[in-house]
Structures are given as C-alpha cells and as structure tokens.
C-alpha cells in the first residue's frame, strides 16, 4: 500500500513541476505579447495546420484531407493525420462558444494546444528521468528540459505542426517502457503512445521501431521480468493501430498503401508485429528458453520482411526518391530542417553547436556508464534511443528535436549525481564543477553560443534593421493589403503558400509540400520561363494576381536559377503589359500585380 501511495505522490508531484514550467512559458510567451501568432516566422506547416482546422470546422469531411486552396484546380490530398486536427478544433469551438468569437476562439487554440504538449512533454520527461537516475534527477530534467523545448520553439504559440504531439508521444512510450517492470498496466499505455505517435506522422517510425526492438531483446534476454511486458505492449500497440485505421481512414482506401502517411502498409506492420509479439510472449512453447524466443522472434521480423518487401516495396524507398529533380534542387535542398549534418557544417557551422552539442555530450555520459559497467535495463532503452535519435538528427536536422530530448534524461541525471557530491562537500572545486555541468546541460547555452559564433562570422555583413521591416514576407500584417482584395487564384512562390491561405480566402499553385507536385511544378514554369509563358499559364488557369516578396530567399533562389526569367524581370521592374501593379503595394514586403488584358 505504501509503495501505490508514493507512486502516485510521485505522479502528483512530477505533474505538479512539469505544469509550474509550463505556465512559466505561458507566463513569459503572454508577457512578450505572444508575437508568433502575427508574425509565425515562416513557418508553413502551422498555417496550413489551421487551415486544415478551419476547413474541417466549415464542414469539409472527415476523411477528406484535400487541401482545396492549394495545387492545379481540385487540390491536392494532404498527408497529414486528423488525429492531430480534431483536438485543436475541439479546443477553437469551446473556446468560441465562450468568447462569442471565432477569431479569438482560434488564438486561444494557437496558444492553448502548444502550451498542454508542453506539460504533458516536460511532465513525461520527469518521469522517464525519475526512472533512469532515481528522484533527484526530476527537477534538473523539468529545468533543462523546459529551456530546451522552449528554444526548440516547437512548443510556441501557434506551433499548431505535429511535430509537438509527435514528440510527447514518443516521450510518453519511453517514459512509460522504463515504469513498466513496476506498474502492470504502463506497458499497454506505452504501446499505445508508439502506434499513435506512428499514426500522426512517419517522421516517429525509426523510434517506434526502436522501442519495439528493444521490447523484443529485452525479453529474450529476460523473460521472467519482461513476459507481461512484451505482451502488453504488443497488444497496446496492435489494438490502437486497428482502431486509428478505422478511424482515419475511409473504407474506399482500406486497400490503398501510403507511404508518406498511415495506411493499411503502416497498418499491417503493426497488426503483425504487435499481435506476433503478444501471441509469442503468451505462449509457453515460444517462450519457454532464450533460443526458442529469440528463434521465434526472429521468425515474425523475417515475416514482417516478407510482407513488406511482397506487398509494399514502394516504401523501401527513399523518402523523396521519386520527387521531380526540379523540386528537388529549387526547394528539398533548400530546406533548412531537411539538411545533413555535414551541409551544416559546411554552410552554417555555428549552428552545429545549437543542435548537437547536448545529445553528443549525453552520448558521452552513457558510454562512460557502459565503461564502468552496472549496465540496467533503463540504460539499454535510453542509450539505444538516443543513439538512433542522433543519426537521424545527422541525416536531417530535424531529428536532433528527439535527440536533443531524449539527452535530457542521462543529463539530468548526471546533474543529479554532482548536485548530490556538491551538497556532501563545500569544496569550491565541486561546486564549480556543478556549475559546468549545468552550463554545458542547458542547451539554450548551447544555441547562445552558436549565435554569438554566428555573429562573429557574419560581422561583415550588412547590419539587420531591427526587424522592423518584413523583408521575407512572414508577418500578418504584410498579407493584409491581400486579404482585402475578393478572392481568386494567386501566383506566388511555395514559401508564401500557405500565408495567403490562412490571411486570406485566395487559393494559390504553390505551396512547400511533397505531394503538391503539379501546383509546384506550375508554379516553377511561371517564374522560371519567359513573361510569355507566364502569360499562358496565367490565362490557362484563371490567375487573378500575381504577388512576388523580393526580400524572400525563394524569390533569390529562383532569379539566380533563370535572371531573365519572368520572376528575375518583376524584380527588375520590367512589367509585362498584361500586369497592372498595385500601387498601394509598391515597395511593400509584397508587391501585387493585378491581371490584365495584353495591349
């Protein structure tokens, strides 16, 4: 009895700080006027997530994820999960019901959503922390973790993108993995995080993967402690995979694989690799010794690869194998969080700093532990994750979000452990060594570092005007003079796609997203080609403006591709005759230009 009621004190009490730090970063964001809902800084994937929800509230239907607005006349199907909209748009209806207004409905949702995948992330985090390195390792994970997530800026106001949700998730299913040898039911839940976090997004599969190989080795190297565990989780994992395929996809595309999003390939895989691990774990002929174990497991992975590669092989692919090497070098290459950690050390080596340095240093922590031996079951999972985590920040910049998570467990508890030395010694030694461990834990330092470092490098270029001006066109209030003009077709490049939807009831060809490829395509062949051709294309497909953002690194990016291209003589000032500049709009961020009769 004792141990239930500290366990939930512990629970009460790691929920308790994660909400303190929480409304802390509430606190802070509200003080600074919660700036990114006007100006969102560029970021497409939350715009057009609100447009998602707003459609979705206008009665677009459930499993209809066209993004209308967007691409050649129809649209284009979107890959992105309802799991994700539905929340959100739960949340904009209440509070407009309360506030009488749907505006303001959708600012408390931008602000909300973010700031409770806050809480339950830092409060997830807390947990894994206290399992790995015992009590005193929460609050360091709490502080260093709040300081991290915050910069991320993956948890701001209007980060609406599921990458937020994506992360909780995959936090929770550890968190929940590394309690279950004490707790019955945690295994289950833990399953359940990994098929949902899988559900909203394949950018999870090599961490569900992850997880779900480490439950599998963990039992065949232990089965009397990780039986009910490896069962558990499977079913876990199996049941919720079912159900999100009944419930986000229609029953005219059971049939139809995905690979970009969750599909009945997804579905498959799960179904087997749960149900086979559940249905080995409860049998005692497969799991009667390690050989057998490891003989039967092995069995359901070859299994799994035959399914794959037999009915799925299109997914064995590279991600963007197939996008047209247009998209590729004008836009994919141009991606700041789909680059290499190689690029990076070419192009922005200060930015190294901000994104590696904390998951390398973790990664040195937990080598050291398997040095001095004591290995546990909780470093295995934490190491193994990690490690994974890192390589894929090293392929694409975006995965050092996970890394850069998962190094605050091993982090706080090393933090944990000279706090301790420092309290058992008043040398000032120790105390100044407990000092650098906070310093070189907190990857804000870190992100300090490099942008001082990126100063440096940068000093002899020309100084910024403050931010004054919306030169990259990411502000709301440079879409304004767009929002009041009635509604029609908008050529203008991919960067600006998704702005003109949410600031405006104008539809647009480009937008930043691999399955847009024919809008992106049109799009390219406007600016790239001649005023002429611009002009066909303009006609052919009812264009009704054409707006260009010079200070835009796209609008860069494409007049060095063709300067006498159409785009490159706009921003010269040569205007074809069948263009009528806006003159209200003339050297604005974004320039209009009406369309007109030629002659």
């Known amino acids: 009895m004792g141990t239930a009621e500290n366990g939930v004190a512990t629970w009460k009490s790691d929920l308790m700080l994660a909400l303190l730090a929480a409304l802390l970063a509430l606190a802070f964001d509200a003080w600074t006027g919660f700036g990114q809902l006007t100006d969102p800084g560029g970021d497409n994937d939350n715009m057009l997530r609100l447009v998602e929800v707003r459609d979705l509230l206008a009665g677009q239907g459930w499993f209809d994820l066209h993004q209308y ?305 004591g290995w546990r079951r909780q470093d295995s999972l934490v190491a193994v994750l990690l490690a994974v985590a890192f390589v894929v920040g090293a392929w694409q910049v975006r995965g050092t979000t996970f890394s850069i998570a998962f190094a605050v467990i091993p982090l706080a508890a090393w933090i944990a452990k000279w706090r301790a030395r420092a309290e058992a010694s008043s040398s000032l030694g120790v105390a100044l060594r407990l000092a650098a461990v906070w310093l070189v834990s907190i990857n804000p330092v870190w992100t300090g570092v490099a942008a001082a470092a990126s100063v440096a490098f940068e000093k002899g270029k020309a100084v910024a005007d403050g931010g004054k001006a919306d030169r990259t066109c990411e502000k709301a209030a440079t879409f304004a003079p767009l929002g009041a003009m009635a509604g029609t077709t908008v050529l203008t490049i991919s960067n600006l796609g998704a702005p003109v939807l949410v600031y405006s009831g104008h539809r647009v060809f480009a937008g930043p997203y691999h399955r847009n490829v024919d809008g992106n395509l049109l799009a390219l062949d406007a600016f790239l080609g001649s005023a002429d051709d611009a002009h066909a294309i303009v006609e052919a497909h009812g264009v009704g403006l054409v707006a260009i953002c010079p200070g835009n690194v796209e609008s860069q990016i494409l007049t060095r591709k063709a300067p006498q291209g159409f785009l490159a003589g706009l921003l010269r000032g040569s205007v074809p005759d069948w263009l009528e500049p806006v003159s209200a709009t003339r050297g604005s961020p974004i320039e209009l230009y009406r369309v007109g009769q030629a002659g």
Not at 311 to 318: T, W, Y
Not at 357 to 368: F, H, K, W
């Open 69 to 373: 607005r967007m691409g050649l006349e129809g649209g284009f199907v979107m890959h992105w999960s309802r799991l994700v909209d539905a929340p959100i748009a739960a949340i904009v209806l209440a509070a407009s019901a309360l506030t009488g207004s749907r505006p303001l409905g959708e600012d408390v949702a931008q602000v909300l959503w973010p700031a409770l995948l806050l809480w339950s992330t830092l409060f997830f985090t807390a947990r894994a922390a206290r399992s790995f390195g015992g009590g005193s390792a929460v609050l360091p994970a709490i502080l260093i973790g709040a300081a991290g997530y915050y910069f991320i800026g993956i948890y701001d106001p209007g980060a609406l993108d599921h990458h937020n949700v994506q992360l909780m998730l995959t936090m929770a299913s550890l968190a929940l993995l590394l309690e279950a040898p004490a707790r019955r039911w945690a295994a289950l839940f833990s399953g359940l995080c990994a098929a949902l976090t899988l559900a909203v997004g394949m950018e999870t599969v090599p961490y569900v993967a992850t997880i779900g190989v480490c439950v599998a080795l963990l039992f065949i190297a232990d089965a009397n402690g990780e039986r009910a565990i490896a069962r558990d989780f499977g079913l876990g994992f199996a049941g919720v995979a079912a159900l999100v395929f009944l419930a986000t996809i229609p029953p005219s595309a059971w049939g139809v694989a995905q690979c970009d999003a969750f599909s009945v390939a997804q579905f498959a895989v799960a179904a087997i690799a749960g149900i086979g691990l559940a249905a080995i774990a409860s049998t005692e002929k497969a799991a009667g010794s390690w050989q057998r174990r490891l003989a039967s497991l092995a069995a359901l992975g070859v299994g799994l690869g035959v399914v794959v590669v037999a009915l799925f092989p299109q997914c064995l692919a590279a991600p963007y194998a197939n996008l047209d090497p247009r998209l590729k070098e004008l836009w994919l290459d141009h991606i700041d969080e789909a680059q290499s950690l190689f690029t990076l050390l070419v192009r922005d080596p200060a930015r190294v700093a901000a994104r590696y340095a904390t998951p390398l240093v973790a990664i040195i922590l937990m080598a050291l532990r398997f040095r001095r031996g």
